[in-house]
């Protein structure tokens, strides 16, 4: 037995290196590159590949990721002498062992990384509630897995929230507190992101898809070079320990669920109001992981000169913030018939918000337009009328608590997300609710 064993080990099976078939290459766009963890791969002008046969260790990525099948393995007469003989001997059982040996040396590296952080976004001090509600997701992730749920908090005189992410539910909070991040600086920032991630190895990592988190997820995952889903709708453990990443693919068409299967961290952006906001206790405390990282800041790039805040006029409507949201859509058919839609939101404390159609066609600003190309909404109430429930409108306000639709085509999707449906006519259907509605305040 012992000695059958050795024998296999000393049988090297040749893997060749990859070689580019002349006219075939479509300049894709350097996919064989970027699959080469080698760095066996560089493009030359016309954006083909040139392969350098020293680093290329026949890996067989760059040609899976080819969609010209523009790249083969080449083997030299000798290699292919002792394939021919493996092939007649027990070639097959020595290929196993050559994978193993691979996906062998993978599954050590994974087992290395452990919790599930979240980033804790920052500004003035002041956290971004995405945080939090990513600290309630990363909970129940956290708790599939059997490991610990951390924050990560950058920035200057920023340990109050690290002590905030515990009462969120972090058991443990990484802080980098130096004044040389009072502002967001994507270097610096990242650097200080990638320093925690090299040394306490969280397997995954989640951060808001706001205007910084995108930027700094992005930064992080390049230098890691780790994978990244941008936007997830929904977040998950599959059986094996693998986070299931989904979120609208194909223009909204199709929902696809992205796995990292072998890289770490497992990253995640979530858009706000995505993902339920968890209970805050303040009584919760954790573990303060002080880090401290050199950056000077006369090496970053970046020079913070003024900070100018978003001027919005006070009349500027925030659908994200808004408790109940009355939408319109094509239904509407004009601008001026938003009117009737204003005076229900006017009576129930609410706002109006759009379908992209209704933005498109100048019935409603843009900031206004609800869905994947617009806002993400968590409103308790959101009252749909005329709008027909396409994928990319859905995305973004199918986590209200309770949605009303008002449709005069009882088939229209939006019925399928609906708490309560209203097959009519909006023109009929909302007067009628906001008319009932005075009436009742009236009898008080
Ligand atoms: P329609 O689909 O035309 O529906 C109008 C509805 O009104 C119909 O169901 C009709 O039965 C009903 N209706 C008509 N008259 C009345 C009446 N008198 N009373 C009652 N009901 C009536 N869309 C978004 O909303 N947000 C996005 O962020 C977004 N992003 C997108 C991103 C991409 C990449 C793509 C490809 C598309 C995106 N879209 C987005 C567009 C989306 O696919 C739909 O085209 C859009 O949501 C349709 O808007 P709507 O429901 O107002 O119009």
Redesign the pocket.
């Known amino acids: 037995m012992t000695e059958k064993k050795e024998k296999k080990k000393k049988t090297k099976k040749p893997r060749g290196v990859a070689r580019l078939i002349p006219g075939k290459c479509i300049a894709c766009g350097a996919r064989c590159e970027a699959a080469c963890a080698k760095e066996a791969v560089t493009m030359n002008d016309q954006g083909e590949p040139i392969i350098d046969e020293e680093k290329c260790i026949g890996c067989n990525k760059c040609i899976k990721v080819c969609p010209s099948e523009a790249l083969e393995i080449y083997y030299t007469p000798e290699e292919l002498k002792i394939l021919a003989a493996l092939e007649k001997e027990k070639g097959a059982e020595a290929e196993v062992e050559e994978v193993d040996e691979e996906e062998g040396r993978i599954a050590a590296k994974l087992k290395e990384y452990k919790d599930v952080w979240v980033f804790v976004e920052q500004t003035e001090g002041e956290a971004a509630t995405v945080s939090w509600e990513l600290l309630g997701v990363g909970a129940r992730l956290a708790q599939a897995l059997g490991v610990q749920l951390c924050s990560v908090v950058v920035g200057s005189k920023v340990e109050a929230l690290s002590h905030e992410s515990c009462a969120y539910g972090a058991a443990a909070s990484y802080l980098v507190d130096d004044p040389v991040f009072l502002n967001y600086r994507t270097e610096a920032y990242r650097d200080a992101v990638c320093h925690l991630v090299k040394k306490y190895k969280p397997q995954i990592l989640l951060i808001g898809a706001t205007g910084l988190g995108r930027d700094l997820a992005g930064a992080v995952a390049t230098k890691l070079a780790t994978g990244l889903t941008a936007d997830c709708t929904g977040l998950d453990i599959d059986k094996h320990g693998f986070l299931l990443q989904t979120r609208p693919a194909f ?2 068409n199709i929902m696809a669920t992205i796995v990292t299967e072998r890289h770490r961290p497992q990253m995640a952006t979530v858009r706000p109001h995505v993902m339920p906001m968890p209970e805050k206790n303040t009584s919760r405390k954790g573990k303060i992981i002080r880090e401290s990282l050199k950056v000077d800041k006369e090496d970053l790039a970046v020079k913070v000169l003024e900070i100018i805040h978003d001027a919005k006029g006070k009349d500027a409507v925030d659908v994200t913030a808004a408790e109940i949201i009355v939408s ?4 509407m ?1 004009s601008k001026e018939n938003f009117a009737i839609l204003q005076e229900l939101a006017d009576e129930i404390g609410g706002v109006v918000g ?5 933005v498109d066609a100048c019935w409603m600003p843009s900031e206004c ?6 806002k993400t909404v968590g409103p308790k109430i959101y009252i749909a ?9 859905l995305v ?1 306000m199918q986590g209200s608590d309770v949605i009303i639709a ?4 009882r088939h ?1 999707p ?1 019925f399928e997300v609906s708490t309560y449906g209203i097959v ?4 009929k ?1 909302v007067p009628a609710i906001t008319r009932r509605i005075r009436e009742l305040r009236a009898q008080k």
């Open positions: 223009g909204g319109g859509g094509a239904g058919q759009a379908s992209r159609r209704a337009q609800i869905g994947q190309t617009g009328c005329g709008i027909s429930g396409a994928i990319q409108h973004g008002i449709n005069n085509d229209a939006i009519g006519d909006v023109f259907v």
